[in-house]
C-alpha cells in the first residue's frame, strides 16, 4: 500500500502573520500585567493564543523579547501623537507643555495596562540577546520633553533657574494623576477606595482638576508672571 503524501500546509500571508503577532501582543500585555514580569510564562501565553511554544517563538525569541517588542508598540503610538501635537502646535511653550499633559493622560487612560507595561513593568532578565534587543535602542521621551524645556528657557519664557524643577514637578503630577485616575475608575474594585461618606470624586472630575493645577504651575513659571 503506497504511504500518502503529506498535507501541504498554506503558509500564512503575511497580513495573517502580522495579524497574529497584534495578538500576541495584546494577550502577552494581559498577561504580563495580571502575572508580572516573573510569573508571565511563554508556555502560558502559547496556551492562551492555541500556539505551540515553539510556534510562538517564531514570533518572539523568549519572555524579555516580548517585552520589548510590547513596549515599542505602544511607545510608537506614543510619539506618533506627541510629534504631532508638537509639529502643529502654535503659541507659547508653556501652552504646548499643558498640551502633552492633557495628551499624555488622555493616552494613559484610554488603556491603563498599555502604561504599565511601559513604565511600570521592568523588563525580564535574560542571558541571551535577542534580535529584537540588539536593534532596541531606548526610547527617551523625558530627553524630547527637557529640549522643550530648553526652548521655553531660551525664548524667555520661563526661568532657567527654575526649568529642571518645573519639568520634574509636572512629571510627577502626570504619572500620579494616571494612577490615581486609574484606581478612581475601579473605585469599589480596589482594596481602598478613594471614596468617603461626605465626598466621592469621578475620575473626570479628578482629570480637570489635575488640568487646572498643571495649568497653574506652568503659568506661575512664566517670567512676566513673577
Known sequence: MLNKPKKKTRARSPEKKAEQFDRILEEGKEMFV??????FSTRALAQKLGMTQPNLYNYV???RELWIAIRTKYYNEYLEGL?????????????????????????????YKRFQLM????????????PLEKSYKPFQLTKMILKITKKAVEAEEINRSTAVELFYSLYAHLFGAAKVEADLKLQ??????????????????????ILREIRDRLERSRINNE
Not at 509639529?87 to 495628551?103: A, D, M, P, R
Not at 478613594?194 to 472630575?205: E, H, M, N, R
Open 61 to 63: 525569541k523568549s519572555k
Open 188 to 209: 469599589n474594585k480596589i482594596t481602598e477606595p478613594i471614596t468617603g461618606d461626605f465626598y466621592t470624586l469621578s475620575a473626570k472630575k479628578y482629570r480637570k482638576y
Open 83 to 111: 510629534k504631532k501635537i508638537i509639529n502643529e502646535h502654535q503659541g507659547s511653550y508653556t501652552e504646548l507643555f499643558y498640551k502633552i499633559s492633557e495628551y499624555f493622560l488622555e493616552f494613559s487612560s484610554v488603556d
Open 119 to 130: 513604565y511600570l513593568i521592568s523588563a525580564p532578565p535574560s542571558k541571551k540577546l535577542g
Open 34 to 39: 495580571k502575572y508580572g514580569t516573573h510569573g
